[in-house]
């Protein structure tokens, strides 16, 4: 099948967001932005206030006046942030080929992925289902021979969509849609179709293309293709690595706590030292454990800063592994260890200002990466230090410990994160001033 690429497009976004935080807003006109009474403009309506004639970048005063009704919400761009790297995540579990466009859009290359999941209109149906039991929303999604009839696609059943065009259709589906469809088609390109009486997808397709050159000048040839439904630009993924790590399953349940700390400081090891090699530190670090019958839970810690030392990592690592084996030990089916919030490091310098301790270790994970290069990851391990405080360095590694069971099984997750949001409500960290309506 031709038809395999994807085009996901969140509904509503930050409206949405806001009616998963808090349900109470479900069914009611939105409007997301600016303040009112400044400039500010319309982030999102939501589909109830859309109706009113409320729209995106339309100022806000504008819109109240259309739907004195709406409620207006502020901007909370952390938390549209973090919902979004959930819905990218769901991404990461059909595809690598991930082209973001915007916050709650992208590109998902599905070729060669039949084998796989099965066909691609089947994996998109898995894929919405998937981002709203993960992130608790609803999103529309287009399949289509290339990115520009998927992206159209993606909005033409807008909300909760599903639209394909395979070759057959495209002629059916694009001819009676006006110009302003067409990628790059904004109010000047329409005024010059307007002169040749061209208004429609398929009047564009009707005009020989030596009238349109004389007209439209060299980018003639690129809406006559658009309008013939081709377009090969390549899904171009997101090379920045967003997250490193290393997972493990093991042939037969592990019990030992010892041995997983083994297997835990193998990981870790290995996962410090790609972080050194893409020059990048990390701020958190997130261990997944499996048991026997499949029930996967993570734990994670964030750091006081971001990090490339191999002890500081291994510190929250094994900290972690023990909190849970104090608590809730199962033998373990797999573990791994991730490491995200990358950004690049200070260069590999040393600061002035950091300790001889933190100098110590990172001169200790360069000897040791000078040892791995040169005889392979199985010439050196350093020793698991557990049991002996004495030997512990003093690193100055001020966890903000901010250990959460961040997963359980996907399932308990959405139940969770409600969970959380009503927690958040009551203990009124969602200020009443953050939910105002304004007449
Ligand atoms: N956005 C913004 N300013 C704009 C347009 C959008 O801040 N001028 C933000 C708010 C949107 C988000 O980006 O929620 C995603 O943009 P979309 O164009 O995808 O719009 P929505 O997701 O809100 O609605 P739709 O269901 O039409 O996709
Ligand atoms: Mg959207």
Request: net charge positive; hydrophobic share 40%.
């Amino acid at each position: 099948m031709d038809e395999s690429i994807i085009h996901v497009d969140m509904d509503e976004f930050f409206a949405a967001v806001e009616k998963l935080d808090d349900p109470a807003l479900c069914g009611k006109p939105l409007l997301v932005g600016g303040n009112p009474r400044g400039r500010g403009v319309v982030c999102t309506a939501s589909y109830e206030a859309r109706k009113f004639g409320c729209h995106s970048a339309m100022p806000m005063a504008k819109a109240i006046r259309l739907c004195p009704q709406a409620i207006v919400l502020p901007v909370r761009g952390w938390r549209y942030r973090e919902v979004s790297e959930q819905v990218f995540d769901v991404f990461a579990q059909f595809t690598p080929q991930i082209e973001p466009l915007s916050i709650d859009e992208a590109f998902l290359d599905m070729a060669g992925t039949e084998r796989l999941f099965g066909p691609v209109e089947q994996t998109a149906r898995r894929i919405k289902q998937a981002i709203r039991d993960q992130a608790g929303l609803a999103c529309s999604v287009g399949i289509a021979p290339n990115k520009f009839l998927a992206k159209l696609a993606s909005d033409l059943e807008k909300p909760d969509g599903l639209t394909v065009i395979t070759s057959d259709t495209i002629h059916t589906i694009l001819d009676p849609l006006p110009i302003s469809k067409l990628w790059g088609v904004g109010p000047a390109a329409a005024k010059q179709f307007g002169k040749l009486n061209i208004r429609t997808i398929a009047q564009l397709r009707k005009t020989p293309l030596k009238l349109l050159k004389e007209t439209l000048g060299n980018s003639a040839e690129h809406f006559y293709r658009l309008a013939n439904g081709l377009d090969d630009r390549m899904v171009q993924p997101d090379s920045r690595a967003k997250s490193i790590g290393q997972e493990q399953t093991f042939t037969l349940d592990l019990s030992e706590i010892d041995e997983l700390r083994r297997v835990l400081l193998q990981q870790t090891q290995q996962v410090a030292r790609r972080l050194r090699k893409h020059d990048m530190s990390a701020k958190t670090v997130t261990l997944k454990l499996r048991y026997g019958d499949f029930t996967t839970i993570s734990r994670s810690i964030t750091l006081g800063d971001p990090t490339d030392v191999t002890e500081i990592i291994w510190k929250a690592a094994s900290d972690l592994l023990q909190q849970w084996a104090d608590s809730s030990f199962h033998p373990l089916r797999l573990l791994g260890v991730t490491v995200t919030q990358l950004q690049p490091s200070a260069g590999g310098q040393m600061s002035l200002f950091e300790s001889s301790a933190s100098k110590k270790l990172k001169k200790l994970d360069s000897a040791m990466d000078e040892i791995v290069d040169r005889f392979g990851d199985s010439a050196v391990t350093r020793g698991d230090a557990k049991g002996h405080k004495e030997k512990k360095l003093k690193t100055e590694n001020r966890f903000a410990t901010e250990a959460a069971e961040v997963t359980e099984t996907t399932k308990r997750k959405t139940e969770n994160r409600r969970l959380r949001i009503a927690d958040l409500k009551e203990t009124g960290k969602r200020k009443n001033g953050a939910v105002h309506r304004l007449h």
